[in-house]
């Protein structure tokens, strides 16, 4: 917690991605909170094919770019930045949705640490349980072909933890923590309205009690009125169940709301990671600057005043240097060569741009 | 067979007709209404489905002053879209405009009634498009994704205005400059796959503003992009605006956008307008309690971390819309035997200029319990 990104000696037992919990926190860690999940310099490239018959490679997206960060239990951390900036693959790579191509993800499964980019598909199988999703579309995530029950069983009966009148009664209290009626679960998605069916597919994630929940723009399809609803359901699930959230949205507002920290992501990168209230009352970074001023304020009486230029670079082609430096108001000659990293500001606060004072 | 002839003689219609002739107007000329543009009343547009008549829009009654940004604000479902469609007659069956008066007050011509002209109307044509046009939300689904940017431009040009083909690609080179897109010389050439969103929305607005219309109507413009390009977006269409004395008609559920860009706002629920007044007054002291709800169930960037307020319940299907005031399942300030009863309640003015449909209004108002939710 003190110092997010000090290194712990990390034993290497049965193979290279388990460590007994209790080994690792050995007279290091026992004051110190433990996180239970800490990313380090995890990449996701994506090939990118020569068309024709050969398929040469002849590039790569840099789509996760070399991202760390740790994650506290109990705590909401926000993925924010513009389309295409990686927020969602990083998030769906975290939960080895997708392979990684290097780096580690160190998660906490509360008997041992795990080592998720590096554990092989067959133990990963009884890990699913202690991680899950909720995705963005409530429209395009359920099957229309599975009532109620079915859909949100489905995680208990493929990993067989319940049945018969068990499950039964799971799928009833879950359902009733999420605010829908038991009465509900003979019924097909269609019937549901959009705030009703995202209720849905949360009571899908959470019936497993799992400990690390990675919400991909949970609530940006939802109205106004809504939207309010599951954030205050969220938030309640998290404090019921002890929850941990990844929380990716492009909604400032909500991630405001909502969030621990922040880390603002831009073309595949970290430029900004902070408490939530220093990022907004203290950006540091240009790029999350320009973030910020370009939220329309719904007070008419506070003037918009977005210092904004350009548009996302080519993720597959971007310069070399500092990847924001063609949009960045305050850009110098070295910007354009120097690789930019992360570097501490104050308390928590990283960021990524050689240009900003106070680096330590 | 007989549908198809029929498009087809439309079709000849809008590439012939309507740019020389320019038909005779509905309405005979009479004294203008100081400064409005349009003015809908009692708008009521149905749809008649299996599960019985939907009123998507059930009297709707609001004028757009000439010049200035009126936005129309609601949830999911509350029929704004359905309100803004009807203006250009986009309506498909089984929908039905069967009510109302939306009178449109052209600057040099004579006024007409759109609610009342025939679905292939001449008139109808001269206007979609020409006099007032549209830009939707989402600019993909919305371009054609086999004709260049060019040609989908000079398409407009070349059906409101005489001009040769030379000329239309002037000018829509010209447009696209004005748009804020580098190259326009080059980019006409382009297809809307080459863009970006932000580049195709421009687009849009581009194709909408050539042809100089007086009305644009613009359905969540920026729901489907980043901030930061929602924002540029906004600067855009906020200065062309002023350029070109366009009256803008925003349809979105974003109260930020609203805020920043709209004079007046009208919120609209279950088909029926709420609540209307300018921009301050609703944002700052709304007065019906589905905009205090609205407004406070906001994750405002200025609001300090605690629970949201959220208005209970959700949106009513439109084949069950309750008896009474529609609102009141979901109110804070219901009250038995006095909402839940009778016609809807009446757009009533509760202050200046500033109009609500709530029996208990003016009770809320001076009882001050708004300043609660509304302290934002």
New interface residues.
Partial sequence: MKDRFKEFEWEDKEGMFEVALDKALDGKFKDEHFPLLRVKNLCKYFPIYSKGFLKKQIGTIKAVDDISFDLMPGETLGLVGESGCGKTTAGRTILRALDPTSGEVHFDTFTKLVDLCKIPEKKLKPLRTKMQMIFQDPYASLNPRMTVRQIVAEPLVIHNLAKGQELEDRVVEMLRKVGLKPEHRTRYPHAFSGGQRQRIGIARALIMHPSLVVCDEAVSALDVSVQAQVINLLQDLQEDLGLTYIFIAHNLGVVKHICDDIAVMYAGRIVELAKTDDLFNDPRHPYTKMLLSAVPNPDPDVPMNPALSGEVPDISNLPPGCSFHSRCSICKEGCKDEKQELFKVGDGHYVSCNLVDGKK | MTDNSKNIKDFVRIAEGAPSSRPSLALAPRTRPSNNVLEIKDLKVYFNTIEGELRAVDGVSFSMRRGKVMALVG??GCGKSVTSYSILRLIQSPGKIVGGSMIFYPHDEDPADIAKLSDNDELIYHIRGGKISMIFQEPMTALSPVHTVGNQICEAILIHQKATKKEAEAKAVEMLRKVGISGPEKRITQYPFEM????RQRVMIAMALVCNPEILIADEPTTAL???????I??LMKNLQKELGTSILLIT????????MADDVAVMYLGKIVECSD??SI??SPRHPYTM???A???????D?Q?????KG??PSLTAIPPGCPFHPRCEYFKPGLCDVGNPPPLEEIEPGHTAACLRAREIMKSGQQSVVSS?
Avoid: F, N, Y
Avoid at chain 2, 196 to 199: R, V
Avoid at chain 2, 226 to 232: E, L, P, S, W
Avoid at chain 2, 297 to 303: K, N, R
Avoid at chain 2, 307 to 311: M, T
């Fill in positions: 949830e999911s970006s969103g932000g580049m980043d901030v930061t390009i929602q924002a540029q906004m600067l559920h974003d109260l930020g956008v609203v805020a920043q921009v301050r944002l700052k709800g609205l407004l169930s906001l994750p405002g960037l200025a609001m971390k629970r949201l307020h959220s208005i959700s949106v934002q």
